[in-house]
C-alpha cells in the first residue's frame, strides 16, 4: 500500500513538472531569433552561426543570405566567412573559421540544394542592353554570383546616379576591378536605365522605401548613404526590427556604421541622422 502510494505521489508529482515546464515554454515569446535558430539544423557550426552572423545581420537577413548562398562548395564558405573577418571586422578566430564553413556546407551546400542555382538567364533580362551590361555580368558576378548580384541590383531600383555611383566606389574599396571609367559608365547607366523594363506603375523599392521613412532632417541622407551599402528592401526591414527601448542603440549602429565600415557620412551627418532615427523610430 505504501508502495502504490509513493508510486502514485511520484507520478503526480513528475506530471505536474511537465505541465509546469510547458507552461514556462509557452510563456516564452517565440522571437525572430528563436524561430531562426528552431530552423537551423543541431550541428557543431550552428552556435558559431548564431554568434556571429546574427550579430551583424539579424536573423532574418543571415536566413536570407544562406539561402542565397544554398549549393555552395566549402572553400566558397570559408572565403565568405574570411570576408567578414578581414573586410568586415567580425570577431571570429581563425580556429573557428573550418567548423562553420563545415556546417555551411553540410546544411545549405551542394548535397543540399533544392533546385538548380539560377544561372545569368535571370540577371541579363533584368539588365538593359549596353556595355556596362557586359561589364556587370563580367565582373559583379565575380564575387557575388548572378543570382546574388541581381538581388542586390533589384532591391536599389530607381536609386540615382550619384547613389549608384556611392555603391561601386565602395565595392572598389572592396577589390572590385573596375577602372574609373567603368564606374562612371555604369553610374549613369543604372541611374538612367535600370529597371526600365518595369511598369511605371510598379512600386520600386527606393520609392517604397521612401515613403516608409517619415519626412524630417535625416530622412535624404538615409536614402543617400545608407542605401550605399544596404538594399532598400533589407534597410527598411533592419528598421522595422530594431531592438525597442534602447536610448543607445541608433547612436551605436550609426557611429560603428561610420568608424568602422567607413559610411559615406560627414560628421554633421552623423549627428543629424541620429537624431531623425531616435524621433521616429526609438519606441
Not at 62 to 84: A, H, N, P, Q
Not at 138 to 152: F, I, L
Request: charged content about 30%; overall charge negative; hydrophobic content about 35%.
Amino acid at each position: 500500500m505504501m508502495r502504490t502510494t509513493l508510486f502514485r505521489a511520484a507520478t503526480v508529482g513528475t506530471l505536474c513538472l511537465l505541465f509546469l515546464a510547458e507552461m514556462k515554454a509557452a510563456s516564452v515569446p517565440i522571437t525572430p531569433l528563436r524561430g531562426f535558430s528552431a530552423t537551423l539544423p543541431a550541428g557543431e557550426g550552428k552556435i558559431l552561426v548564431l554568434k556571429y552572423c546574427v550579430a551583424c545581420h539579424g536573423p532574418e537577413l543571415t536566413r536570407k543570405r544562406l539561402e542565397e548562398r544554398r549549393g555552395w562548395i566549402r572553400r566558397y564558405w570559408e572565403d565568405l566567412v574570411f570576408e567578414m573577418m578581414y573586410g568586415w571586422g567580425a570577431d571570429i578566430r581563425r580556429e573557428e573559421v573550418e567548423p562553420i564553413a563545415r556546417y555551411l556546407e553540410e546544411n545549405f551546400g551542394p548535397e543540399t540544394n533544392r533546385s538548380e542555382p539560377p544561372g545569368k538567364e535571370g540577371l541579363e533580362t533584368l539588365l538593359p542592353p549596353g556595355e556596362p551590361r557586359n561589364v556587370i555580368l563580367a565582373k559583379c558576378t565575380v564575387c557575388h554570383g548572378p543570382e546574388v548580384t541581381r538581388r542586390r541590383m533589384e532591391s536599389r531600383i530607381g536609386l540615382s546616379a550619384s547613389g549608384w555611383k556611392k555603391v561601386l566606389t565602395r565595392m572598389m574599396s572592396y577589390g572590385a576591378s573596375l577602372a574609373e571609367d567603368e564606374m562612371e559608365q555604369l553610374s549613369v547607366y543604372l541611374g538612367a536605365d535600370f529597371g526600365s523594363s518595369y511598369s511605371p506603375a510598379e512600386k520600386l523599392p527606393i520609392q517604397e522605401f521612401y515613403s516608409f521613412l517619415p519626412d524630417g532632417p535625416g530622412k535624404n541622407l538615409i536614402v543617400a548613404d545608407c542605401l550605399s551599402c544596404h538594399g532598400a528592401s533589407e534597410l527598411k526591414q533592419r528598421i522595422e526590427d530594431h531592438p525597442r527601448g534602447d536610448p543607445y542603440y541608433w547612436e551605436g549602429v550609426v557611429r560603428r556604421m561610420k568608424k568602422q565600415w567607413e559610411a559615406p557620412m560627414e560628421e554633421e551627418e552623423v549627428d543629424v541622422t541620429i537624431e531623425y532615427l531616435n524621433a521616429h523610430f526609438a519606441g
